[in-house]
């Protein structure tokens, strides 16, 4: 009998590509791993692994054992789902990831109407970005977790989890208020409220007056987010799909000091509607882009009935504001 806890790790190894990878992920020693992926080898019959270097290839029958993984560990969730509805009364942690502009909007007011209804629920919140949540959902760190798209930076299946649909918002390019307007048919705006959906999908843009409005800008010295996350190669991509690269000053995540580095002069970004807080700062000129960035609520599949999971994702739903509701594009 093949024992579910080396599936697991058969699993993480499919996804991650070494035996590292996936002792530090499942806090194990990477002697431990290897000793487990053994044993399943064992089980198995036959060889599931091929050594290439420093990396570790699944044979094909090792392939086709994840793939059955998958559909058990699917099952798992489900039986846990059916258990936790039985027992009645929500109870216990549950480990949330989020990312910083849901956390300060939405997260809050959610965790409130969790407190009223579900009292015995321990939600934990722990900040996410949207690149790592589908490591941490699946190696059990989070049982759910706010993750978002953008247009120019289309999602990637992830084996195991699911994803539904929260809310859209519209994505801004934010200029010092002193420079020349772009040419360009896009609505100038200085109010992050509009609930209009104008989201065109991944690898569009030009043909809304998006291209004119960034190439305005291609001189300018940018801000991106940190390499490595959704937001930098957002904005990179839509720049590229402009006609240039941008040339990147500052790497900055939080997005209230990136408008207070574009008020002071110090260049353009693009930043999305949640982003934008508080009272209009009229040393920033904020241009309505024709892209959006998508949020939806991620979760390990089968975890979708889970009480806990779904009394979550309706506390999310009803906390989203008014002005981001109408634009539940599909993930």
């Known amino acids: 009998m093949l024992d579910v806890r080396r599936l697991r790790l058969l699993r993480e190894l499919a996804r991650r590509g070494t035996i590292a990878a996936v002792a530090e992920a499942l806090a194990f020693s990477p002697s431990a791993v290897s000793q ?9 019959g036959l060889p599931l692994l091929e050594r290439t270097g420093r990396r570790v290839r699944l044979t094909p029958a090792g392939q086709n054992l994840v793939l059955h993984a998958e559909a058990v560990l699917e099952r798992l969730e489900r039986a846990d789902a059916d258990l936790a509805a039985a027992r009645g009364g929500l109870s216990g942690a549950l480990r949330i990831g989020a990312f910083p502009t849901a956390t300060r909007a939405i997260v809050p007011a959610a965790l409130v109407a969790l407190a009223r209804l579900h009292p015995g629920l321990e939600p934990m919140v722990r900040e996410t ?14 049982d759910v977790a706010l993750v978002h798209t953008y247009d120019f930076v ?14 859209g918002e519209a994505m801004y390019l934010a200029v010092p208020a002193g420079d020349a307007p772009a040419d360009s ?11 209009s959906d104008c989201g065109p999908g991944p690898g569009t843009g030009e043909s809304s007056g998006q291209g004119p409005v960034l190439r305005a800008h291609a001189d300018a010295p940018w801000i991106t987010a940190t390499p490595g996350t959704l937001c930098h190669t957002m904005t990179v991509r839509a720049c590229q799909a402009a006609g240039f690269t941008p040339r990147v000053r500052h790497r900055v995540d939080e997005f209230a000091t990136v408008l207070a580095l574009v008020a002071a002069g110090q ?9 934008v807080t508080g009272p209009a700062d009229p040393a920033v000129r904020l241009t309505r882009l024709a892209m959006q960035r998508r949020t939806g609520l991620a979760f390990r599949s089968g975890a979708r009935t889970h009480p806990a999971v779904a009394a979550f994702g309706a506390a999310l739903r009803a906390a989203v504001p008014p002005d981001l509701a109408g634009s539940r594009a599909a993930q």
């Open 267 to 275: 260049g353009v970004a693009v930043v999305p509607q949640l982003g």
């Open 185 to 195: 048919d896009s609505d100038s705006d200085s109010d992050s409220d509009s609930d």
């Open 154 to 167: 289309p999602a990637a299946r992830e084996p195991g989890l699911t994803t539904e649909p929260l809310y």
């Open 129 to 142: 970005d949207p690149a790592e949540v589908a490591h941490a959902l699946r190696a059990g760190d989070l």
């Open 36 to 44: 487990q992926l053994g044993v399943l080898e064992r089980e198995a």
